[in-house]
């Protein structure tokens, strides 16, 4: 398949910048893959838009302050982005992958850090760009980027500093969900369908008889890094680790009550669960399910572990962009032409795309 088959315009100023205020004031393009209706909504509208009984997974990761931006000693800048730590290699997460920038000038051996706060040592490379780094940091990496780092926002939302992209304090809020877990911080990127809920929402969506169920995927390159090869089946995604509780592997086997996926994150954890699972003959749901989540999910594909989708709008020629198009139409390929005239669609309303900007749902 031809990757370029995702891709489609965007005009720059569609890209959001700054998150709707409030969060729940963001506009909701409802698509009903039945009847191809196509309704514009308010997210706070969402408890009024759900089938009765509908059970609601979310991924409530918590998203730590990744990025690192250091001194060389040289007096040039260099660029550190926490991606997850290599536990099978180091149990204590002192060794963690990670990308550099300028990556070309740290080879194996290389050191960089900050004085008297921490150093690490660059001690492997990846072609694709990952490095993998053992820290020397009193009191563990997640302290450092406690004291020096910032949100990891992506590069399309720009700033007003010398480096476009570092994050305001007013980010350190919006790029997390109301409902992430502090216990779990391991996420180098938000869950970004997450963030349009508020207390107001979530209580709405409590009072008419919804339930939440948890889990948490480590969400990372594998997610936000574009496809660069021509053919998508030549495309390797990476890896992300994730855990589903037990509460939440029962839910989801209760028969005839609707799914609903809160983000592309959490339907790539329950497909790639119900992948695994179906084949492992493993059949106590009394405990957690850890896997990593290695699945890639493009049309034609059929989906177990979802009803409904809340999602945002994504960027052109990313593996999310392929999920949702797989997901608008299951077992066929017509959902990518029809996702890309949905964009077109949003765009000329002035819809805002990409982590800060609207949801769609599509049931």
Known sequence: ???????????????????????????????NRTTHKIEHRVFRELPDLLPPGTRLFRNHASV???????????????????????????????????????????????KFGAP???????????????????????????????????MPLPPYIQRDHPTTTQSDSSDDQNYQTVYADPAKKIAAAAPTAGLHFTPAVLAA???????????????????????AVEKLEDHVIHREWYEIPAATRQALTIPGAPRLAIGTTTLRALEDYF???SNAGRINLSEPWLAEADIFIYPPRQFSGADLLLTNFHLPRSTLLCLVSAFLTPGSTDG???????????MARGYRFYSYGDAMLIC
């Not at 940091?137 to 910032?150: D, F, H, I, Q, W």
């Not at 990518?336 to 949003?346: F, P, S, V």
């Open 1 to 31: 398949m031809d990757t370029a088959l995702f891709d489609y315009p965007l005009l720059p100023e569609r890209i959001a910048q700054t998150p709707a205020e409030p969060r729940d004031s963001a506009r909701l393009l409802v698509v």
């Open 205 to 227: 969506l409590a009072v008419k008889g919804f339930k939440n169920f948890d889990l948490a995927l480590r969400v990372g390159l594998g997610t936000f890094r574009p496809i």
């Open 336 to 346: 990518i032409a029809w996702l890309k005239e949905i964009y077109a669609d949003a």
């Open 64 to 110: 730590f302050k990744a990025r690192l931006r250091l001194t060389r000693p040289t007096g040039g800048q260099l660029e550190c982005l926490l991606l997850h730590p290599d536990l099978a290699r180091d149990p204590a997460a002192n060794t963690w992958w990670c990308l550099l920038k300028p990556g070309k000038k740290y080879a194996v051996g290389a």
């Open 275 to 277: 992948s695994k699972y």
């Open 116 to 150: 008297g706060i921490f150093e690490a040592t660059v001690i492997g490379k990846e072609p694709d760009g990952r490095v993998l780094a053992k820290f020397n940091a009193p009191g563990g990496v997640l302290a450092v980027t406690e004291k020096l780092g910032e």
